[in-house]
């Protein structure tokens, strides 16, 4: 099993930027898809976007396309999400996933694909 482990959360104006990171730790020569999702409270579990292993494909949440970007380095094992123009709206916790596969060019954007979570971390934009 490969373990995860977020940073990068806080405090953020509206308008303002934070970016994420999710190091992976474990069984990490295997391909893992990445993927990011967030909870508000009160609320389900919203997928937020997502990355192929490869890197090579990319998918968002269509009201965080434009703002956030995902990318990772299989270098560092670490996965990031770069999030610009934050909204009150975005204020939640956000959690990083992986995903084994045999395919390192596919995108995965419902939580039960994933079986590997961080933490999470909290994300909080006033306005």
């Known amino acids: 099993q490969v373990q995860l482990v977020e940073s990068g959360g806080g405090l953020v104006q509206a308008g303002g930027s934070l970016r994420l990171s999710c190091t992976a730790s474990?069984?990490?020569?295997?391909?893992?898809?990445m993927g990011w999702f967030r909870q508000a409270p009160g609320k389900e579990r919203e997928f937020v976007a997502a990355?192929?292993?490869?890197?090579?494909?990319?998918d968002y949440e269509n009201s965080v396309k434009g703002r956030f970007t995902i990318s990772r380095d299989n270098a560092k094992n670490t996965e990031y999400l770069q999030m610009n123009s934050l909204k009150p709206a975005d204020t939640a916790v956000y959690y990083c996933?992986?995903?084994?596969?045999?395919?390192?060019?596919?995108?995965?954007?419902?939580?039960?694909?994933?079986?590997?979570w961080g933490q999470g971390t909290q994300v909080t934009v006033s306005s």
């Open positions: 990355i192929s292993g490869s890197g090579d494909y990319t």
């Open positions: 474990g069984r990490t020569f295997l391909i893992y898809a």
């Open positions: 996933a992986a995903k084994a596969t045999f395919d390192d060019n596919s995108v995965y954007t419902g939580s039960k694909d994933y079986n590997a």
